[in-house]
C-alpha cells in the first residue's frame, strides 16, 4: 500500500486532456506513446499469454476492439504479432478524442486496421461484437459511474474476453517514472501526465473492490494491473 500516495488523486488532470494545450507537444506525446508503451505496458505479453490462445482456430479469421487508442501503437503492434503468428485478425481500434484521430490519420496503417472517432456506446448501438476487447491507460481516467459503464459495454461488445490494462499507483512506480521520463521524453506530455496517471490510478486492493465480482484483477510487472473478463466457454 503506498505511503505517500495513500489516496487516488481524482482531481489532477492531465495536460493532454485540455483542448487548448500546446499541438506540438500534443503530437510528441502521441508518438512518444509507443516507446512508453514498449518501456512499461507490458502488451507483448498481454497479447503472447491472455490474447493469442483465442485466436487458436486456423480455419477462421478474429476480430479485437481497442477502446481509447491513444496514438495509435498497440493496435499497429498488435497486428504485427498476430501477422508473424499467421493469425488472421481485423483491429477496430476508436477513440473519442477527434486530435487522436487525426494524429492516426497521418499513420501508416495495414489494411486489417480501422480506426474509428466513435465511442463503445456507439459501436453497441450498431449491434457490433468483437472476440477480444482491450483498453489501455483509460480506468484511472473514469469516475464511478462510467468505470462500471464501460465494464458493462466492453462486455456486451466481446464474445471471449475484455482485457483491461492499467498502472497500479505506488510510491516506487511514481520516483522511478519521475526519474527516469524526464532525460528520456523531452518536449511533451509523457512526464507530467504519467506522474498525473500515477496518482489517479488504482491499487490492487481498491480495484478489486470497485471492479464486479465477476471480473478478475491481478498485478504484473512492472507496476501494472490487469482487469479482466472471460465469457464462460
Known amino acids: 500500500m503506498p505511503f505517500f500516495l495513500a489516496q487516488r488523486d481524482t482531481d489532477s488532470s492531465e495536460r493532454m486532456d485540455d483542448p487548448n494545450c500546446d499541438h506540438a507537444e500534443l503530437e510528441n506525446t502521441y508518438r512518444q506513446f509507443s516507446t512508453i508503451n514498449s518501456m512499461i505496458s507490458g502488451w507483448k505479453h498481454i497479447y503472447r499469454k491472455y490474447i493469442k490462445a483465442e485466436f487458436s482456430a486456423r480455419n477462421r479469421s478474429y476480430s479485437l476492439l481497442d477502446i481509447g487508442f491513444g496514438g495509435g501503437d498497440i493496435p499497429l503492434k498488435l497486428a504485427k504479432w498476430a501477422a508473424d503468428d499467421g493469425i488472421p485478425l481485423n483491429i477496430t481500434a476508436i477513440e473519442t478524442d477527434p486530435r487522436a484521430v487525426a ?3 497521418t499513420l501508416k496503417t495495414p489494411y486489417n486496421i480501422q ?3 466513435c465511442s463503445s456506446t456507439d459501436l453497441l448501438h450498431r449491434g457490433q461484437q468483437f472476440d477480444v476487447v482491450i483498453s489501455n491507460h483509460l480506468l484511472h ?3 464511478a459511474n462510467q468505470f462500471q459503464d464501460i465494464l458493462k459495454e466492453s462486455k456486451q461488445l466481446s464474445k471471449k474476453k ?4 492499467d498502472l497500479e ?3 516506487s512506480a511514481y ?7 524526464r532525460p ?3 518536449s511533451s506530455f509523457i512526464t507530467h501526465d504519467g506522474l498525473t496517471s500515477i496518482k489517479r490510478s488504482y491499487t490492487l486492493k481498491e480495484l478489486k473492490k470497485q471492479a464486479p465480482e465477476d471480473w478478475s484483477v491481478q498485478r504484473l510487472f512492472p507496476f501494472r494491473l490487469l ?3 472471460e465469457h464462460v466457454k
Open 103 to 105: 494524429f492516426v490519420e
Open 115 to 117: 480506426f474509428e472517432h
Open 141 to 143: 481516467h473514469l469516475n
Open 162 to 165: 475484455v482485457i483491461f490494462n
Open 169 to 171: 499507483r505506488s510510491d
Open 175 to 181: 520516483l522511478l517514472f519521475n526519474v527516469f521520463s
Open 184 to 186: 528520456a521524453f523531452r
Open 227 to 229: 482487469l479482466s473478463y
